[in-house]
Nanobody, 128 residues
């Protein structure tokens, strides 16, 4: 499956953005989907994940209450709605897909090497 992330940009602190990740070349509902981010000089970190049907979502504590992951299986797209953005949210955001995970948990979804497919990343810059 190919993943194309979009929606990044420059926003002031307190603002909002919605990221999108469009999938093609596979059966979208086969994949658990997640968003990760990587800030300059830091390791890539898990942000949020969503089950195949969208019935279960998982958000890292640092974004809980501000970010929301969702998916539209009819459009083969996963979203990350971001509100109350902070300068520390500045990073390149990546979407990722995994076809094999069954026992969903945030601990499992945090593992970078779980995911078979990655998008190219979209840059989010939050100014203070």
């Amino acid at each position: 499956v190919q993943l194309q992330a979009s929606g990044g940009g420059l926003v002031q602190a307190g603002g909002s953005l919605r990221l999108s990740c469009a999938a093609s070349g596979g059966t979208f509902t086969n994949y658990v989907m997640s968003w990760f981010r990587q800030a300059p000089g830091k390791e890539r970190e898990f942000v949020a994940g969503i089950s195949r049907t969208g019935s279960r979502t998982y958000h890292e504590d640092s974004v809980k209450g501000r970010f929301t992951i969702s998916r539209d299986n009819a459009k083969n797209t996963v979203y990350l709605q971001m509100h109350s953005l902070k300068p520390e949210d500045t990073a390149v955001y990546y979407c990722a897909a995994d076809p094999t995970l069954t026992g969903l948990s945030i601990a499992a979804m945090r593992k970078n090497d779980l995911y078979d497919y990655w998008g190219q990343g979209t840059l989010v810059t939050v100014s203070s």
